[in-house]
């Protein structure tokens, strides 16, 4: 089945193209640049898409992000520290996002024949994320039938919507996935900070999973402390 992946270069997303090319199932990479602070994930997206030989598609949609603002990922707002499960990571919302990036993929996907596209949203993601959910998931598969009805057919794959991360770093050590080369820090810094809460998720999920993190981390120690915090709330 041929596969288009929306791909932001995070740990999940490419490590589910590494499975998808394991599958003989991955045809396309596409990503988004939305004007978010941590662009520099980009760069690895696009370094998946060549390492693992298929196309990679860089949509522009910086006009478009500038509009949702009120996000501590398009907006002049500090990203907070802390467990990716706590309030305060709601002002990580980009409103709208993953159904704009869908809709655009799943046009890409048409246009070029794939039978399917894929989406690495997961469970740990339901916390704060409405358009991760099943709910959102299944009705968007659903309009995009209807809005591809005697065209194309084209499925939506999202094979992580109600597994963990740390299953998902189980998952792509499996299929050999780089994990080094991967970006999630939602602060873009040099190095990941270690403090936000996609820092903190990834460095548990690794723990959990029983898989050796590769990543240097400004604040390599911080992760226990904000586990720690969260369980106590």
Known sequence: MKTTLVCSGGLDSVSLAHVLHAEGALSRIVSFDYGQRHRKEL????????????????????????????????????????HYAEETMRITVVPNRNAIMLTIAFGVAAAN?????????????????????????????????????????VALHVPFVRQTKADIVRAGARAGTPFAQTWSCYKGGEIHCGRCGTCVERREAFALAGVDDPTPYADPDFWRHAIAAHGAA
Not at 54 to 82: C, K, N, Y
Not at 127 to 138: E, N
């Open 43 to 82: 760069d690895f997206a696009r370094a998946c898409a060549a390492r693992l030989g298929v196309p990679f598609h860089l949509m522009d949609m910086r006009g478009i992000g500038a509009g949702l603002t009120g996000s501590a990922l398009t907006s002049d707002i500090d990203v907070p520290d802390g």
């Open 113 to 153: 024949g794939d039978d399917a596209v894929a989406a690495a949203v997961h469970g740990g993601d339901h916390f704060i994320y409405p358009d991760c959910r099943p709910g959102f998931t299944d009705a968007f598969a659903t309009m995009q039938a209807a809005a591809l009805e005697g065209y194309a057919s």
